[in-house]
């Protein structure tokens, strides 16, 4: 077919105005990727730098053989290995919901998660510490029951760390399961109930293994922002619960050890490559098995 | 309409735009903008009052850049090194030392500033001039705390248990030499220091990193005690019958300078210089320190009247001594990180 407005176009041609299109649409996405690359470079040469012009390993070997500082980047990815499962059993539910029902409480569930994700994470924190702090409500009701007699410690700990970051990730996980869930018939839960299976059996044959891939989408994103969190740590943790991001900021800027702070991100950014390469060759494993 | 024209024409029109917004119109005020860097907050409200003094008395037309921190500052100074994008920074004196010696602060030439006569020589440097000096004490909430707190060892007092909240980065590591100093060390043997926190321990409730966390999480009721407490930012909380309180313990006392430092490579370096004198000023000084309650630099001018029935006769004020504090910082952080801040 002719392209209006345009006489007879040969085919070569009209390949090399695809491609120029083609070029000049993904130009942006190349600017962002330069950009990113150059900062991830700039680390890299930082990490290498050990001062006075001269290159090694020293901060990488220090990271190795410190266990403080190896202790904050296996903390980080403990507290996300188990936080992202945690933040899958909350956000499932929601999803399904939002994607079986219509009107009023799909509409109520998708505004209460768009406030929740767009409001900023400090805010997000402070209410938190209205909620689970010494003279939070928590612990101000359980004191006027009488069933503590001194506040319960939600904060300050690895308990308020994990509780924040639960609460506040589930928008990353529900809105990739919902995406899928939605495009998922309902008439396929219809027909396995109808051929004989319960409800039980319909989630867990049917629905689940056509939703994976989106829970495999929200579980990267759950665990990669678990893995990278900064506020919620920082605020929340009082200084006795630290993790990884917390500790390169301040050696970047408080400490000034602009070296061992990259090392530690080339750390950081090592696992989550790892974990992404993983997800996602299970991810291909998942769907291959789908299709056989 | 034609797919590759419809294209060529919104890149054209982003372009179009873009250069507009780059452009824009000239700026209509012919006065030379000099850019100050500070905190936010209580310093950037205490400069927005005094600004069109300031502006008047050094034909400037002065606008404001936040910093996070001093350090967040001076990273971002560095950052912009090749094309810096601010004229005065003001910081702390360890901080503004770092900033001279990485370059991206030039010596102060205090002979082109007339004011700097009225400063006493211990707060000029070649990194910056202190504009004011600010104190350090102890900021606490009345109706959470059982005694008037007095001393630095008061924070010590086991009816403190789990209501104290302090910080190491905080004016770098300053709480943990105090600690040094009333345990009969300095930051020279800073072991006497990591001894007395130690023993603070069962008083901790938690450890901050801002000033502005400090007074959120006292506010909040989650602590009763920001065990090193600056100020200005909780000045205007202070008063007859607020709960909340300030002390500058008799000894030692810590008097925080605020030098404000000449970025290096900028185009209106006499503005800007004419800028500090302006802000030398006895009439600026005034009006800047009643808004922090701090002590001007300038001897001419007076402090605020409201800081004199809560600030003592500055008699045991101990001068950091911050060359060995920078050189010493990271071995110190990350033993605090070992030894005092964990469970």
Same mark, same amino acid.
């Given at each position: 077919?002719?392209?209006r407005?345009?006489?007879?176009?040969?085919?070569t041609a009209?390949r090399?105005?695809?491609?120029?299109?083609?070029?000049?649409?993904?130009?942006?996405?190349v600017?962002?990727?330069?950009?990113f690359?150059?900062?991830?470079a700039?680390?890299?040469v930082?990490?290498?730098?050990?001062?006075?012009?001269?290159?090694?390993?020293?901060?990488?070997?220090? @990271?190795?053989?410190?266990?403080?500082?190896?202790?904050?980047?296996w903390?980080?990815?403990?507290?996300?290995?188990?936080?992202?499962?945690?933040?899958?059993?909350?956000?499932?539910?929601?999803?399904?919901?939002?994607?079986?029902t219509?009107?009023?409480?799909?509409?109520?569930?998708?505004l209460?998660?768009v406030?929740?994700?767009?409001?900023s994470?400090?805010?997000?924190?402070?209410?938190?510490?209205?909620?689970?702090?010494n003279?939070?409500?928590?612990?101000?009701?359980?004191l006027?029951?009488?069933?503590?007699?001194?506040p319960?410690? @939600?904060?300050y700990?690895?308990?308020?760390?994990?509780?924040?970051?639960v609460?506040?990730a589930?928008?990353?996980?529900?809105?990739p399961?919902?995406?899928?869930l939605?495009?998922?018939?309902?008439?396929?839960?219809?027909?396995?109930?109808?051929?004989g299976?319960?409800?039980?059996?319909v989630?867990?044959?049917?629905?689940?293994?056509?939703?994976?891939?989106?829970?495999?989408?929200?579980?990267?994103?759950?665990?990669?922002?678990?893995?990278?969190?900064?506020i919620?740590?920082?605020?929340?943790?009082?200084?006795?619960?630290?993790?990884?991001?917390?500790?390169?900021?301040?050696?970047?800027?408080?400490?000034?050890?602009?070296?061992f702070?990259?090392?530690m991100?080339?750390?950081?950014?090592?696992?989550? @490559?790892?974990?992404v390469?993983?997800s996602?060759?299970?991810?291909?494993?998942v769907?291959?098995?789908?299709?056989? | 309409?034609?797919?590759?024209?419809?294209?060529?024409?919104l890149?054209?029109?982003?372009?179009?735009?873009?250069?507009?917004?780059?452009?824009?119109?000239?700026?209509?005020?012919?006065?030379?903008?000099?850019?100050?860097?500070?905190w936010g907050?209580?310093?950037r409200?205490?400069?927005e009052?005094?600004?069109?003094?300031?502006?008047?008395?050094?034909?400037?037309?002065?606008?404001?850049?936040?910093?996070?921190g001093?350090?967040?500052?001076?990273?971002?100074?560095?950052?912009?090194?090749?094309?810096?994008?601010?004229?005065?920074?003001?910081?702390?004196?360890?901080?503004?030392?770092?900033g001279?010696?990485?370059?991206?602060?030039?010596?102060?030439?205090?002979?082109?500033i007339?004011?700097?006569?009225?400063?006493?020589?211990?707060?000029v440097?070649?990194?910056?001039?202190?504009?004011?000096?600010?104190l350090?004490?102890?900021f606490?909430?009345?109706?959470?705390?059982?005694?008037?707190?007095?001393?630095?060892?008061?924070?010590?007092?086991?009816?403190?248990?789990g209501?104290?909240?302090?910080?190491?980065?905080?004016?770098?590591?300053?709480f943990?030499?105090?600690?040094a100093?009333?345990?009969?060390?300095?930051?020279?043997?800073i072991?006497?220091g990591?001894?007395?926190?130690?023993?603070?321990?069962?008083?901790?409730a938690?450890?901050?990193?801002?000033?502005?966390e400090?007074?959120?999480?006292?506010?909040?009721g989650?602590?009763?005690?920001?065990?090193?407490?600056?100020?200005?930012?909780?000045?205007?909380?202070?008063?007859?019958?607020?709960?909340?309180?300030?002390?500058v313990?008799a000894?030692?006392?810590?008097l925080?300078?605020?030098?404000?430092?000449?970025?290096?490579?900028?185009?209106?370096?006499?503005?800007?210089?004419?800028?500090?004198?302006?802000?030398?000023?006895?009439?600026?000084?005034?009006?800047?320190?009643?808004?922090?309650?701090?002590v001007?630099?300038?001897?001419?001018?007076?402090p605020?009247?409201?800081?004199?029935?809560?600030?003592?006769?500055?008699?045991?004020?101990?001068?950091?001594?911050?060359?060995?504090?920078?050189?010493?910082?990271?071995?110190?952080?990350?033993?605090?990180?070992?030894?005092?801040?964990?469970?």
């Amino acid at each position: 077919m002719e392209p209006r407005g345009a006489g007879p176009v040969a085919p070569t041609a009209g390949r090399a105005r695809r491609g120029r299109d083609a070029a000049l649409l993904t130009l942006p996405a190349v600017l962002v990727l330069l950009v990113f690359f150059a900062a991830t470079a700039t680390i890299v040469v930082a990490s290498l730098s050990v001062g006075g012009g001269r290159w090694g390993l020293r901060h990488y070997l220090r @990271l190795c053989s410190d266990p403080l500082y190896l202790g904050y980047l296996w903390r980080s990815f403990r507290v996300a290995l188990y936080c992202t499962p945690i933040t899958l059993l909350l956000g499932y539910p929601v999803a399904y919901v939002m994607a079986r029902t219509t009107g009023p409480v799909r509409m109520a569930l998708t505004l209460l998660l768009v406030v929740q994700f767009f409001t900023s994470y400090v805010i997000r924190a402070y209410a938190l510490i209205l909620v689970l702090g010494n003279n939070g409500i928590i612990n101000r009701t359980l004191l006027a029951l009488g069933a503590v007699d001194r506040p319960l410690k @939600l904060l300050y700990n690895e308990l308020g760390v994990a509780i924040s970051l639960v609460l506040i990730a589930v928008p990353f996980m529900v809105f990739p399961i919902y995406g899928v869930l939605k495009n998922v018939e309902p008439n396929l839960e219809a027909a396995a109930t109808s051929l004989g299976a319960d409800r039980r059996r319909v989630f867990w044959h049917v629905v689940l293994p056509l939703s994976l891939p989106g829970v495999l989408a929200g579980a990267i994103l759950v665990f990669l922002f678990d893995l990278t969190a900064y506020i919620m740590p920082g605020l929340l943790g009082g200084g006795y619960f630290d993790m990884a991001a917390n500790v390169i900021y301040d050696q970047a800027m408080e400490v000034r050890d602009r070296g061992f702070a990259s090392a530690m991100s080339m750390g950081l950014l090592v696992v989550t @490559l790892l974990m992404v390469y993983l997800s996602n060759r299970w991810g291909a494993r998942v769907s291959e098995r789908a299709g056989e | 309409m034609n797919r590759p024209r419809g294209l060529a024409a919104l890149l054209a029109l982003t372009v179009l735009l873009v250069a507009a917004t780059l452009l824009g119109p000239a700026p209509v005020d012919a006065q030379p903008e000099i850019v100050l860097m500070t905190w936010g907050g209580a310093f950037r409200d205490a400069f927005e009052a005094a600004k069109p003094d300031i502006e008047k008395a050094a034909r400037v037309r002065l606008t404001f850049v936040t910093q996070a921190g001093a350090a967040a500052g001076l990273s971002r100074l560095e950052a912009q090194k090749a094309s810096p994008q601010v004229d005065l920074w003001t910081s702390i004196v360890s901080t503004a030392q770092d900033g001279l010696k990485s370059g991206v602060v030039e010596e102060l030439p205090v002979a082109q500033i007339p004011n700097v006569k009225q400063v006493p020589d211990y707060l000029v440097s070649p990194a910056g001039v202190a504009i004011w000096t600010s104190l350090r004490g102890i900021f606490y909430r009345s109706d959470k705390v059982p005694f008037e707190i007095k001393t630095w060892e008061d924070l010590w007092d086991p009816r403190l248990k789990g209501l104290v909240s302090t910080s190491f980065l905080l004016d770098k590591g300053n709480f943990l030499i105090m600690a040094a100093l009333i345990n009969g060390g300095s930051e020279r043997d800073i072991d006497k220091g990591f001894e007395k926190v130690k023993a603070l321990r069962p008083n901790l409730a938690f450890f901050y990193k801002t000033d502005a966390e400090s007074i959120k999480f006292l506010q909040a009721g989650e602590a009763a005690v920001a065990g090193w407490g600056i100020l200005p930012n909780v000045y205007k909380l202070l008063g007859p019958g607020s709960n909340y309180k300030f002390v500058v313990p008799a000894r030692p006392q810590f008097l925080a300078p605020i030098p404000i430092s000449l970025v290096k490579g900028r185009p209106h370096r006499a503005e800007a210089l004419r800028t500090i004198d302006a802000i030398l000023s006895p009439a600026v000084q005034e009006k800047l320190v009643e808004n922090l309650g701090s002590v001007p630099a300038n001897r001419t001018a007076s402090p605020p009247e409201k800081i004199r029935s809560f600030v003592p006769p500055l008699t045991g004020v101990y001068n950091v001594d911050w060359d060995l504090v920078n050189a010493r910082f990271s071995e110190w952080e990350s033993r605090w990180n070992r030894e005092v801040q964990v469970r």
